[in-house]
């Protein structure tokens, strides 16, 4: 570009009578203008500097009647963005789930939502409703830019403008997503109450705390920060959750991990690899705990084996609520390569968006299961190397056996 202007430059001179017009988005010199330049060009002395500037003057005339006046369309579709959500809108509710991972209701809850208390404003060219579907659409199915400029016939720069216009206002949902229901812990979850198992132990507990693993995108000099035992990039994810299976805090990379300090008398549950201290009670260690351990080995013996039985009965809360959170949003498998504090916002609002699912569906397929089946737990889409390692050791003395 800088070389072009300097050919402009040089054609144009110190002459004056040119302008822009913004309605067609062109240069505007009369005709005379044009004729006299290149004709003077021509007859000049013939020398190597004026056939120069007569090739530059009339590439940059070719480029710009190219570019700017005989554009020939990209998105010229008739089945637009727009066509299609309302095809949607009208169809099957499952086509809706699939593509955005919620109902049409709670599509437009969301999008009313977003409108009238966290500051996103329609465009001339562009809905409410379509800005916050290219939004799912990229997170849910982990689509390109390209292809959401197929699928909704924008330009690339307003697609990647839309999808950060949008975020800051998942963002401000966030806030109000992400927090305690029952700040004060004045209630007893009904999860304990209804629950004899429960009642009689946790009757004070409030929540459950773990850490999980999603995608991370990172230049290649982060990258050895970013690889644990998982083998791929991840984020570490700290996070806390009521029974509801709701986030109630987070931390990720190990920033702000102040979690708030439970009221005197009250705790989460965590696993061993927390320390027992106050507001946070672990298992006994070297006792059975897991609900596997459980399931091939027996009934629980003794009052340790009984009280661990129960714990990871009841802390197993996380990992159901990570495993729906996680298998609902394909980016969080696949994260594309945004800068790294867009993957970390990326994070926070896909919870606020899980809570808001919660709260908000009467009925939603991912939780619905999860609520009849009790003791079902998804698998983690990373998995630990050194389980890995142990399961494919244990195939291969099959495989020779």
């Not at 980016?331 to 899980?354: G, N």
Request: hydrophobic residues 35%.
């Amino acid at each position: 570009m800088k070389d072009q202007w300097k050919m402009w430059k040089a054609l144009k001179g110190n002459e004056t009578g040119l302008g822009w017009d913004p309605i067609k988005g062109t240069v505007v010199a009369p005709d005379e203008w044009w004729n006299k330049k290149i004709k003077r060009m021509i007859w000049d002395d013939d020398n190597d500097e004026v056939w120069q500037t007569t090739t530059y003057a009339i590439d940059i005339i070719c480029s710009y009647y190219l570019s700017y006046i005989h554009k020939e369309p990209c998105m010229d579709s008739f089945h637009t963005g727009l066509v299609w959500l309302q095809e949607i809108m009208r169809g099957n509710e499952r086509r809706c789930v699939n593509l955005f991972r919620m109902d049409k209701d709670i599509l437009i809850k969301l999008c009313l939502d977003l409108e009238r208390h966290y500051k996103l404003k329609c465009s001339k060219k562009m809905t409410i409703l379509e800005k916050v579907d290219i939004f799912l659409y990229v997170l849910a199915l982990g689509a390109s830019n390209r292809q959401v400029q197929e699928r909704f016939q924008h330009l690339g720069e307003t697609v990647s403008g839309n999808f950060h216009e949008v975020l800051k206002a998942m963002l401000r949902l966030s806030i109000d997503m992400i927090k305690l229901t029952d700040p004060m812990f004045s209630n007893i979850p009904p999860e304990i109450l209804n629950d004899d198992r429960y009642m009689s132990y946790f009757k004070d507990c409030i929540g459950a705390i773990d850490e999980t693993h999603v995608s991370a995108c990172v230049q290649e000099e982060n990258l050895i920060r970013f690889i644990g035992r998982k083998w791929v990039p991840t984020q570490n994810i700290m996070a806390a959750c009521s029974f509801d299976m709701q986030f109630t805090f987070y931390a990720i990379n190990k920033q702000n991990l102040n979690f708030p300090k439970p009221p005197p008398g009250k705790y989460y549950v965590v696993d061993a690899g927390y320390q027992q201290m106050e507001g946070y009670l672990a298992p006994y260690r070297g006792t059975r705990y897991h609900l596997p351990d459980f399931q091939r080995g027996g009934r629980p013996r003794g009052l340790k084996e009984i009280f661990n039985r129960w714990h990871s009965s009841l802390r197993c809360c996380i990992e159901r609520t990570f495993g729906v959170w996680k298998a609902r949003w394909k980016i969080l498998r696949t994260m594309p390569p945004y800068s790294f504090y867009v993957q970390r916002d990326i994070v926070v609002v896909f919870m606020a968006l899980h809570n808001y699912i919660r709260r908000k569906a009467l009925v939603d397929p991912a939780f619905e299961r999860l609520d009849k089946s009790p003791n079902f737990i998804p698998p983690d889409i990373f998995r630990d190397a050194d389980d890995i390692q142990v399961e494919e050791s244990s195939q291969k003395r099959e495989h020779f056996k």
